[in-house]
Protein backbone atom coordinates (compact mmCIF):
# COMPACT_ATOMS: atom_id res chain seq x y z
CA UNK A 1 0.00 0.00 0.00
CA UNK A 2 2.71 2.23 0.94
CA UNK A 3 4.36 1.79 -2.13
CA UNK A 4 1.35 2.35 -4.62
CA UNK A 5 1.18 5.97 -2.20
CA UNK A 6 4.74 6.26 -3.30
CA UNK A 7 3.90 5.94 -7.12
CA UNK A 8 1.12 7.85 -7.16
CA UNK A 9 2.91 10.91 -5.63
CA UNK A 10 5.65 10.35 -8.15
CA UNK A 11 3.08 10.30 -11.26
CA UNK A 12 1.73 13.47 -9.92
CA UNK A 13 5.44 15.31 -9.57
CA UNK A 14 6.71 14.17 -13.09
CA UNK A 15 5.27 17.27 -14.97
CA UNK A 16 6.99 19.57 -12.85
CA UNK A 17 10.20 17.62 -13.31
CA UNK A 18 9.60 17.59 -16.91
CA UNK A 19 9.41 21.10 -17.11
CA UNK A 20 12.22 21.69 -14.65
CA UNK A 21 14.27 19.72 -17.15
CA UNK A 22 13.15 21.38 -20.34
CA UNK A 23 13.72 24.61 -18.72
CA UNK A 24 17.11 23.67 -18.05
CA UNK A 25 17.85 22.10 -21.68
CA UNK A 26 15.86 25.33 -23.32
CA UNK A 27 18.47 28.02 -21.12
CA UNK A 28 21.61 25.75 -21.93
CA UNK A 29 20.45 24.75 -25.84
CA UNK A 30 17.61 27.74 -26.88
CA UNK A 31 14.21 26.69 -28.05
CA UNK A 32 15.38 25.33 -31.66
CA UNK A 33 18.42 23.46 -30.44
CA UNK A 34 16.58 22.00 -27.42
CA UNK A 35 16.28 17.93 -28.64
CA UNK A 36 13.62 16.28 -26.48
CA UNK A 37 15.08 13.45 -25.72
CA UNK A 38 17.71 15.22 -23.92
CA UNK A 39 14.89 16.82 -21.73
CA UNK A 40 13.62 12.85 -21.22
CA UNK A 41 17.04 12.03 -20.07
CA UNK A 42 17.22 15.06 -17.58
CA UNK A 43 14.03 14.28 -16.02
CA UNK A 44 14.56 10.42 -15.75
CA UNK A 45 11.68 9.71 -17.88
CA UNK A 46 11.07 8.32 -21.56
CA UNK A 47 10.47 10.55 -24.12
CA UNK A 48 7.15 9.11 -24.86
CA UNK A 49 6.61 10.37 -21.67
CA UNK A 50 7.11 13.53 -22.18
CA UNK A 51 5.01 13.51 -25.53
CA UNK A 52 2.10 12.00 -22.98
CA UNK A 53 2.16 15.50 -20.81
CA UNK A 54 3.26 18.17 -23.64
CA UNK A 55 3.18 16.70 -27.25
CA UNK A 56 5.47 19.24 -28.39
CA UNK A 57 7.86 21.68 -27.67
CA UNK A 58 5.64 25.02 -27.85
CA UNK A 59 3.33 22.93 -25.03
CA UNK A 60 6.31 22.73 -22.90
CA UNK A 61 7.04 26.52 -22.60
CA UNK A 62 3.60 27.13 -22.24
CA UNK A 63 3.56 24.70 -19.70
CA UNK A 64 6.58 26.57 -18.39
CA UNK A 65 4.82 29.80 -18.42
CA UNK A 66 1.62 29.00 -17.29
CA UNK A 67 3.19 27.21 -14.16
CA UNK A 68 5.45 30.65 -13.48
CA UNK A 69 2.35 33.00 -13.64
CA UNK A 70 -0.30 30.55 -11.93
CA UNK A 71 -0.07 32.47 -8.65
CA UNK A 72 0.00 35.82 -9.63
CA UNK A 73 -2.63 35.22 -11.93
CA UNK A 74 -4.73 34.02 -9.27
CA UNK A 75 -3.19 35.88 -6.33
CA UNK A 76 -2.08 39.28 -7.45
CA UNK A 77 -4.24 39.83 -10.38
CA UNK A 78 -7.72 39.42 -8.26
CA UNK A 79 -6.42 41.91 -5.49
CA UNK A 80 -5.20 44.22 -8.21
CA UNK A 81 -8.48 44.46 -9.95
CA UNK A 82 -10.83 45.15 -6.85
CA UNK A 83 -8.57 47.60 -5.13
CA UNK A 84 -9.56 51.17 -4.45
CA UNK A 85 -7.71 53.59 -2.91
CA UNK A 86 -4.10 54.84 -3.50
CA UNK A 87 -2.93 53.12 -6.53
CA UNK A 88 1.03 53.48 -5.43
CA UNK A 89 0.67 50.66 -3.00
CA UNK A 90 -0.02 48.02 -4.96
CA UNK A 91 2.15 48.52 -7.66
CA UNK A 92 4.74 49.32 -4.87
CA UNK A 93 3.89 45.63 -3.81
CA UNK A 94 3.76 44.59 -7.07
CA UNK A 95 7.03 45.41 -8.55
CA UNK A 96 9.00 44.42 -5.17
CA UNK A 97 7.07 41.27 -5.60
CA UNK A 98 8.48 40.46 -9.30
CA UNK A 99 12.07 41.87 -7.89
CA UNK A 100 11.44 38.76 -5.25
CA UNK A 101 10.80 36.26 -7.79
CA UNK A 102 13.56 37.34 -10.37
CA UNK A 103 16.29 37.04 -7.50
CA UNK A 104 15.87 33.29 -7.76
CA UNK A 105 18.16 32.60 -11.12
CA UNK A 106 15.52 29.22 -11.95
CA UNK A 107 12.55 32.11 -12.18
CA UNK A 108 15.21 34.56 -14.22
CA UNK A 109 15.67 32.00 -16.28
CA UNK A 110 12.62 32.18 -17.68
CA UNK A 111 12.11 36.22 -19.02
CA UNK A 112 15.79 35.55 -20.38
CA UNK A 113 14.78 32.71 -22.55
CA UNK A 114 11.70 35.04 -23.78
CA UNK A 115 13.72 37.99 -24.48
CA UNK A 116 16.30 35.88 -26.01
CA UNK A 117 13.49 33.52 -27.82
CA UNK A 118 10.55 35.44 -28.16
CA UNK A 119 11.28 37.72 -30.74
CA UNK A 120 12.36 34.81 -33.68
CA UNK A 121 10.03 32.12 -32.68
CA UNK A 122 6.23 33.85 -33.39
CA UNK A 123 4.64 30.85 -30.95
CA UNK A 124 6.98 31.99 -27.76
CA UNK A 125 5.65 35.08 -28.16
CA UNK A 126 2.10 34.16 -28.44
CA UNK A 127 2.12 32.19 -25.67
CA UNK A 128 3.39 34.71 -23.23
CA UNK A 129 1.39 37.35 -24.38
CA UNK A 130 -1.61 35.31 -24.08
CA UNK A 131 -1.25 33.33 -20.64
CA UNK A 132 1.00 37.03 -19.20
CA UNK A 133 0.41 40.40 -20.80
CA UNK A 134 -3.28 39.92 -21.81
CA UNK A 135 -4.12 39.27 -17.89
CA UNK A 136 -1.75 41.79 -16.30
CA UNK A 137 -1.70 44.68 -18.67
CA UNK A 138 -5.32 45.15 -18.86
CA UNK A 139 -5.73 44.85 -14.54
CA UNK A 140 -2.86 47.80 -14.65
CA UNK A 141 -4.86 49.97 -16.60
CA UNK A 142 -7.73 49.88 -14.62
CA UNK A 143 -5.94 50.73 -11.52
CA UNK A 144 -4.15 53.48 -12.53
CA UNK A 145 -7.54 54.93 -14.35
CA UNK A 146 -9.05 54.68 -10.51
CA UNK A 147 -6.06 56.48 -9.51
CA UNK A 148 -6.96 59.28 -11.89
CA UNK A 149 -10.57 59.16 -11.18
CA UNK A 150 -9.82 59.19 -7.12
CA UNK A 151 -7.30 62.06 -7.63
CA UNK A 152 -4.58 60.06 -6.12
CA UNK A 153 -2.76 60.50 -9.78
CA UNK A 154 -3.01 63.53 -12.01
CA UNK A 155 -4.41 63.39 -15.37
CA UNK A 156 -1.89 60.97 -17.17
CA UNK A 157 -3.01 58.20 -19.57
CA UNK A 158 -3.23 54.99 -17.71
CA UNK A 159 -2.52 52.34 -20.83
CA UNK A 160 0.53 54.69 -21.98
CA UNK A 161 1.31 54.81 -17.74
CA UNK A 162 1.57 50.92 -17.49
CA UNK A 163 4.51 50.69 -19.97
CA UNK A 164 5.88 53.26 -17.79
CA UNK A 165 5.70 51.23 -14.72
CA UNK A 166 6.79 48.03 -16.23
CA UNK A 167 9.07 49.06 -19.30
CA UNK A 168 12.19 50.13 -16.68
CA UNK A 169 12.16 46.34 -15.09
CA UNK A 170 11.98 44.55 -18.64
CA UNK A 171 14.34 47.06 -20.11
CA UNK A 172 16.82 46.71 -16.92
CA UNK A 173 16.12 42.94 -17.30
CA UNK A 174 17.01 42.54 -21.04
CA UNK A 175 20.35 45.15 -20.64
CA UNK A 176 21.63 42.71 -18.11
CA UNK A 177 20.66 39.23 -19.28
CA UNK A 178 20.79 39.86 -23.20
CA UNK A 179 23.70 41.99 -23.62
CA UNK A 180 25.48 41.70 -20.28
CA UNK A 181 25.28 45.09 -19.39
CA UNK A 182 24.67 45.71 -15.54
CA UNK A 183 25.29 47.55 -12.29
CA UNK A 184 28.98 46.43 -10.66
CA UNK A 185 26.81 44.58 -7.86
CA UNK A 186 24.89 42.34 -10.47
CA UNK A 187 20.78 42.62 -11.33
CA UNK A 188 20.48 45.01 -8.29
CA UNK A 189 16.67 44.13 -8.43
CA UNK A 190 15.88 45.98 -5.22
CA UNK A 191 17.68 48.95 -6.10
CA UNK A 192 16.49 49.67 -9.69
CA UNK A 193 12.89 49.50 -7.80
CA UNK A 194 13.39 51.59 -5.14
CA UNK A 195 15.15 53.79 -7.81
CA UNK A 196 12.25 53.46 -10.23
CA UNK A 197 9.47 54.22 -7.91
CA UNK A 198 10.59 57.17 -6.97
CA UNK A 199 11.11 58.63 -9.96
CA UNK A 200 7.73 57.36 -11.38
CA UNK A 201 5.55 58.37 -8.26
CA UNK A 202 7.03 62.20 -8.70
CA UNK A 203 6.02 61.76 -12.19
CA UNK A 204 2.32 60.73 -11.69
CA UNK A 205 1.34 61.36 -8.46
CA UNK A 206 -1.42 64.57 -7.97
CA UNK A 207 0.77 67.37 -6.71
CA UNK A 208 -1.18 67.35 -3.05
CA UNK A 209 -0.77 63.39 -2.98
CA UNK A 210 2.99 63.38 -3.26
CA UNK A 211 4.03 64.71 0.31
CA UNK A 212 1.07 62.09 1.21
CA UNK A 213 -1.34 64.97 1.98
Do not use: W
Not at 35 to 49: D, L, N, P
Not at 119 to 133: E, G, K, Q, T
Not at 154 to 166: A, K
Not at 178 to 195: C, M
Amino acid sequence: MKSEKKFSRRAEERPDEVLDAAMAVFTEQGFVGARVEEIARRAGVSKGTVYLYFPSKVALIEGIIQRAVAPVAKGALPQLAAFEGDPRLPITMLLKAIAGLLSDPAKLAIPRLFLREGMNIPAIADIYRRDVLDLAIPVLTQLVARGVASGHLRQIDPELTVRSIVGPLIAHVALSEVFGIRPEDGLALDRLIDNHLDILFHGISAHNRENGQ
